[in-house]
């Protein structure tokens, strides 16, 4: 099972989900991208599902971003999705770590 990281302004509810987006192809790191796009089509290809840590970024505005704190104390788990350039992971549940 892919293991994505989600930073916490990249979080959204919609339609009574929680989805968090993983990986756009229109960021500017392409390697980072690469690699992320890699783990999102191998979760695609096999079953679909990925865990999420939540990161918090110190200054979301900030480039590179730097974390102020990572939930350690869960990880959040659901299918993964491509709208577009971006794909998200929709939470279905969460466990405790």
């Given at each position: 099972m892919?293991?994505?990281?989600?930073?916490?302004?990249h979080v959204?509810?919609?339609?009574g989900?929680?989805?968090?987006?993983?990986?756009d192809?229109?960021?500017?790191?392409?390697?980072?991208?690469?690699?992320?796009?890699?783990?999102?089509?191998y979760?695609?290809?096999?079953?679909?599902?990925a865990?999420v840590?939540?990161?918090?970024?110190?200054?979301?505005?900030?480039?590179?971003?730097?974390?102020?704190?990572?939930?350690?104390?869960?990880?959040?788990?659901?299918?993964v999705v491509?709208?577009g350039?971006?794909?998200?992971?929709?939470?279905?549940?969460?466990v405790?770590?």
């Amino acid at each position: 099972m892919p293991v994505f990281t989600g930073w916490q302004d990249h979080v959204a509810r919609q339609d009574g989900q929680t989805k968090v987006l993983v990986s756009d192809t229109s960021w500017s790191n392409k390697a980072g991208v690469n690699n992320q796009e890699r783990w999102v089509d191998y979760s695609l290809q096999h079953g679909g599902e990925a865990a999420v840590f939540w990161i918090k970024a110190v200054d979301p505005t900030a480039s590179p971003r730097a974390v102020e704190w990572l939930d350690a104390d869960r990880v959040m788990i659901g299918p993964v999705v491509r709208e577009g350039s971006q794909a998200f992971v929709i939470v279905q549940r969460q466990v405790a770590l």
